[in-house]
Every structure is written in structure tokens, then in C-alpha cells.
């Protein structure tokens, strides 16, 4: 009797794991309704793009960024910049020196230069500056405007319109602007900003 007990109690589990395991890997009708999964509490995420010298940078909470340490900036009106300009003119070099506690840096130039007779201006004119210790001569291409009439007869004109340059000249440097040669008489103007160093 306790045999047939036993039995009995096996084949009920056996049944029952067979019932279970059907359930489990049980196709759904093709009426059954399917919904999708949700996951919830996912955290948020945005994109940190970081341009320029790179920096630390923390993320603390969800979606808020902290930025520590130097950040690069563009310099959009330096408060210590100090206005510049200046003409020079003759028929040889001339100059002009950069004060020891100031960088400079040069902006726009324009120049204009007249002739005698075949004479004819030393243009390109030439404005050199030292940055580093190294000396470096930059040229403004002159353009011929006229030739002169009534009292102003045999003289030629030429100019150079004003042209946006970016030049530098360390603290205690020499600028020079060679503004004539042969008997032309050439002026330039220039014009920019110096910083105290």
C-alpha cells in the first residue's frame, strides 16, 4: 500500500514538472496580446563636448556638468589694451621705439607716396618689427593713382589703402618704416594696440 503511494505521489510531481515546463516554453497564440518592456529609473544622459586646452572635468547628479580648473576664454575687449597709432614720413628710414613695459601690436596700415620726374617710390614699404629677438620686414604693395597737372606737373602719385594686418613688436623693440628712396617722399600711418608686460 505504501509502494503504490509512493508511486502515486512520483507520477503527481512528474505531471506536475511536465505541466510547468510546457507553461514555460509555451508559444502565445497569435491572438495574444504582447506588451513591450518599460525600464524604468534609467538614468539620463547628455553629451560634454569640451574644446580648446583640455580641463577636469566632474559629473555629479543627473545630467549636470561641472567644470573645475582653468577655462579657455576668448579675449573679447582686454580692458589694459591702450590705443596706438602713429604717422611716419620722409625720405629715409624712420622709426619709432616701443616703450620697455609695453607689448605692441600693430593693426592697419596704409600709406601713399609721391615721385619726381622717372623717380619712383620704394614701395612695396617695408615696416619691420622684432618679436623674440628675430627682426622681420613685411611689405605694402603700392598702387599707382596719377600723374599730376598744373603745379603739381611730373610729380606721380601712389598710395597703399589701408589693410588690416596683425604684426607685433616686443617690449623695448625698434619699428621701422622705410618710407622713400630716389627722390619719392612716402608717408605710412599705423595703428593698434600696446599691452603693459
Sequence with gaps: MKKRTD???LSTGIAIAVLFATGLFATPASGDATKPVEVTNFPSVQAVSI????????ITGIGTTTISGSVKTQDVDNAARHP????????EFSSFEVPADQRLTI????GSCTSTGD???????SIATTVGGKGVTY???????????GSAAGINFYFAGATMVRMYADPGT???AFTGTGGSHCGVS???YMIPQ
Excluded: D, Y
Excluded at 51 to 58: A, F, Y
Excluded at 84 to 91: A, H, K, N, V
Design 84 to 91: 596706438f597709432q602713429i604717422s611716419l614720413g620722409g625720405t
Design 51 to 58: 574644446t580648446g586646452t583640455p580641463v577636469p572635468v566632474s
Design 119 to 125: 623717380a619712383r617710390p620704394f614701395f612695396p614699404t
Design 107 to 110: 593693426e592697419t596700415i596704409s
Design 190 to 192: 599705423i595703428s593698434g
Design 174 to 176: 625698434t619699428v621701422f
Design 7 to 9: 508511486r502515486t505521489k
Design 139 to 149: 611689405n605694402l604693395l603700392a598702387m599707382f593713382l596719377a600723374t599730376g597737372t
